[in-house]
Antibody, heavy 119, light 110 residues
Framework: HVQLVQSGAEVKKPGASVKVSCKAS????????ITWVRQAPGQGLEWMGW????????DYAQKLQGRVTMSTDTSTSTAYMELRSLRSDDTAVYYC????????????WGQGTLVTVSS | QSVLTQPPSVSAAPGQKVTISCSGS????????VSWYQQLPGTAPKLLIY???KRPSGIPDRFSGSKSGTSATLGITGLQTGDEADYYC???????????FGGGSKLSVL
């Protein structure tokens, strides 16, 4: 069955970087894109961007351009999301989700990774 | 401020029916498929409805979706206390070139 397993919680200081991993299993990794979504405490869902493991194409949310990098390692079926120059308002739970193509639904989600940014 | 507009909260008694609305525009709901996600407390969102009205395998037929113009609706019948959750609508926005979500609706089963 399809599973997305994310790395553990992180605590970072303002200005630092964080890299969250998302290991996929139960399907052909290169046949589906991976979308990253974050959720600030008590808030709604925010789309961060999408990556195609097939060809490495990416599409980032405009507000995160320049601070976010999404990548994949097809040898381990793992997707990564790196966010730089962290601020306190980046504190959130970060989710990866499987998505065939950008207009399609997010059909399987990881369990989430809490990233706390605090001095 | 979310691109898609949902009521912040809805409520109904066990066994009753509830609907949750999601309003958008021609650049998102009007020209793209809508999905609905259920987020139980402390857990990741889960796909509930896709392509406006289709249910993934394992989702009971108590859950239904519809779309008309630039609005979509999630319906839940035979409410159970286990349905208490946050519900989000989502779709692609062709103008923003971004996936957009509603602000979420908290369902209380009283």
């Amino acid at each position: 069955h399809v599973q997305l397993v994310q790395s553990g919680a992180e605590v970072k200081k303002p200005g630092a970087s964080v890299k969250v991993s998302c290991k996929a299993s139960g399907y052909t990794f290169t046949s589906y894109g991976i979308t990253w979504v974050r959720q600030a405490p008590g808030q709604g869902l925010e789309w961060m961007g999408w990556i195609s493991p097939y060809n490495g194409n990416t599409d980032y949310a405009q507000k995160l351009q320049g601070r976010v990098t999404m990548s994949t390692d097809t040898s381990t079926s793992t997707a990564y999301m790196e966010l730089r120059s962290l601020r306190s308002d980046d504190t959130a739970v970060y989710y990866c989700a499987r998505q065939l193509e950008r207009p399609r639904p997010l059909d399987y989600w990881g369990q989430g990774t809490l990233v706390t940014v605090s001095s | 401020q979310s691109v898609l507009t949902q009521p912040p909260s809805v409520s109904a008694a066990p066994g009753q029916k509830v609907t949750i609305s999601c309003s958008g525009s021609s650049s998102n709901i009007g020209n793209n498929y809508v999905s609905w996600y259920q987020q139980l407390p402390g857990t990741a969102p889960k796909l509930l409805i896709y392509d406006n009205n289709k249910r993934p395998s394992g989702i009971p037929d108590r859950f239904s979706g519809s779309k008309s113009g630039t609005s979509a609706t999630l319906g839940i019948t035979g409410l159970q206390t286990g349905d208490e959750a946050d519900y989000y609508c989502g779709t692609w926005d062709s103008s923003l070139s971004a996936h957009v979500f509603g602000g979420g609706s908290k369902l209380s089963v009283l």
